[in-house]
């Protein structure tokens, strides 16, 4: 997944476009680079992160009131300078950024022999087919025609040396265009262009603009009709966008959980009520999810079992295609996705809706492609989630699915009853004293080789949970289990001194202290985490009694945990090595 900004105004472009492109990072940070237009084209681009760059080359030097940016996360050639964007067609008069995948890129350049290509990339391809095309047409038509032979996903934005316009288009990657006073920011996501305007125009797939000062013109890429589209107004303002005064977003996003989680539960009750007039009229239910997202819909199931005693099958998005013969027009489907954006998830609903199932989604960004694909949504308003760990839109979203199993139960009050609860706890929980004290444990485990964890019941998502947060921000090697699953086998690698992180929850505390206590005659470190000390444990984090919100409390000091073990090891917890902020890749 890349980041992509522009801008078409009155001001210079290049220090704006810098600014966004430090906000897009966390979307990928291998190489950046900005193109401006002034009396021709002028380009800086380098490997690295955007300041580095800067302070290498200076990007926000460039001339000229037009231009494009780009940060890469590489799909397509190495982390190198050539392959980073903009890229430029043989001439040097056509200048594209692309954040997506040109599936027939191999077909394009075998037609496209006679272009001298100038990286290793899919994206440049784009800049010499519309090159190609503007033998014979202007530039609009011509950006056209060139993209209506791109298969695959695409966000762009597009200038030409003799034409004082901006193209940007998109087809199943994220862009938005922010609307300031005569001023345009088109751009991947919204956080780039927070500190100049809150007006944005969120952009459908195939929608295809002509930006110039005077405003945009929208068409559709497939008929070329022209198309109206609305601007609104988020809810989010800068300071939100920002770090504020914490070092790193994922601190600042883990403590926001105290508010939070309480917004994501303020749901306009006709849309629960409509939501659980499908989930009871459904025939079969699938849940699905990546990664974490993956991980609030295991959560989910137990839920729906243990309180509204519904089964839902549960499926990692990737492997959605092996259950689709499941599929009817009674199924409901629902997505879950912080970003909206994830391909796996995004390519799982557009199966569901072939197949004429409902599709309801639980998502954090207002817009995004996934909003667009469903039949109903669920907001989780947690905000800009910038960190690439996700943090608070988990709990958001285990808020959510404990609600809506309370909502099929017939019994929503109580539900909303345990998340109201749960505001004092999540800021003790994530008050300084035991930031101070999971630090601790932190320097006990920061030279470990592996680290396991285990639990039962509603803790065994949270055990895979936590061990994903542990080992994608510190790079130790973690591994979550069902509690009754190490011995069959795992069970041979625990030596002296092996943690095991142990999650402790009312209704399966005897089993799962039973698991910790044959790890620890093998010599393992049992961390208990739960509401009372046992003689088991080398160490305790207490977490307060909360019974079915149990996944929520207890992850939290691991999400601490695994933040203070990124900052011991030297680790950036905001962009972890190789990963990015939404997988727009299958
Ligand atoms: C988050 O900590 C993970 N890095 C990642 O697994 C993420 O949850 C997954 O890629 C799904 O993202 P989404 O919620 O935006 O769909």
């Known amino acids: 997944m890349c980041g992509i900004i522009g801008y078409i105004g009155e001001k210079q472009a290049a220090p704006i476009i810098f600014s966004g492109l430090k906000k897009l990072e966390y979307r990928g940070y291998d190489s950046a680079g900005i193109a401006t237009l002034n009396n021709g084209i002028h380009i800086k681009k380098d490997v690295g992160k955007v300041k580095d760059i800067h302070s290498r080359i200076n990007l926000t ?305 207002m817009g995004s492609s996934l909003t667009r694909n469903s039949d109903k949504v669920l907001l989780t308003h947690s905000g800009p989630e910038i960190c690439v760990l996700s943090t608070k839109a988990y709990t958001a979203q285990l808020a959510l699915m404990l609600l809506l199993a309370y909502a099929t139960a017939g019994k929503i009050e109580d539900g909303r009853d345990q998340l109201k609860n749960l505001y004092n706890m999540v800021y003790n929980l994530t008050a300084l004293s035991k930031r101070k004290k999971l630090k601790k444990l932190a320097e006990k485990l920061k030279d470990k080789e592996h680290i396991f964890t285990i639990g039962r019941g509603l803790m065994y998502p949270t055990a895979l949970e936590a061990a994903l947060k542990l080992k994608e921000v510190s790079y130790i090697h973690t591994e979550g289990f069902a509690g009754g699953d190490l011995k069959h086998g795992t069970i041979a690698l625990i030596e002296k001194g092996t943690p095991c992180i142990t999650f402790v929850s009312n209704g399966t505390e005897k089993e799962i202290l039973s698991n910790a206590m044959e790890i620890k005659s093998r010599g393992g470190y049992i961390i208990g985490v739960g509401p009372k000390n046992n003689d088991i444990f080398d160490y305790f984090i207490k977490v307060p009694k909360s019974s079915v919100a149990d996944p929520i409390t207890h992850i939290i000091p691991m999400q601490i945990l695994a933040y203070q073990l990124a900052v011991l090891r030297g680790c950036d917890p905001d962009k972890p090595r190789n990963l990015a902020k939404s997988v727009t890749v299958k």
Not at 64 to 71: P, S
Not at 174 to 179: A, C
Not at 212 to 235: A, C, H, M, Y
Not at 242 to 264: D, R
């Open 61 to 365: 030097d460039l001339p000229g009131f037009i231009g494009i940016g780009h940060t890469r996360w590489a799909t397509h050639g190495g982390v190198t300078k050539e392959n980073a964007h903009p890229h430029t067609d043989c001439s040097g008069e056509i200048v594209i950024v692309h954040n997506g995948i040109i599936e027939n890129f191999q077909e394009l350049k075998r037609e496209l022999k006679h272009h001298k290509l100038k990286s290793e990339t899919d994206s440049e391809i784009i800049a010499h087919l519309i090159e190609e095309e503007m033998e014979n047409k202007g530039f609009v038509e011509a950006a056209k025609t060139a993209l209506k032979r791109v298969e695959g996903h695409f966000s762009l934005l597009i200038l030409n040396k003799n034409d004082k316009r901006m193209i940007a288009a998109r087809r199943g990657s994220p862009l938005v265009i922010g609307v300031g006073k005569g001023e345009y920011f088109p751009a991947s996501d919204i956080p780039a262009f927070l500190d100049y305007t809150k007006d944005v125009i969120y952009l459908h797939d195939n929608d295809f603009v002509v930006l110039d000062k005077n405003g945009p013109k929208f068409f559709n890429l497939k008929n070329g009709e022209n198309i109206e589209r609305v601007v609104s107004t988020v809810d989010w303002d800068a300071e939100q966008a920002k770090k504020g005064e914490f070092e790193h977003f994922m601190l600042k996003e883990i403590i926001e959980q105290t508010e939070t989680i309480q917004k994501a539960i303020n749901q306009k009750m006709e849309i629960v009520e409509e939501v659980v007039g499908d989930i009871k009229n459904a025939q079969g239910i699938f849940f699905v999810g990546c990664g974490t997202a993956y991980h609030a819909c295991l959560t989910g199931s137990y839920l729906f079992s243990k309180v509204a005693k519904k089964h839902v099958n549960v499926v990692s998005g990737s492997e959605f295609p092996h259950f689709e013969h499941f599929l009817t027009d009674k199924t409901l489907v629902i997505a879950v996705s912080q970003s909206g954006e994830t391909a796996d998830v995004l390519e799982a609903v557009k199966t569901a809706r072939k197949r004429g199932s409902k599709v309801l989604s639980i998502v954090n960004v």
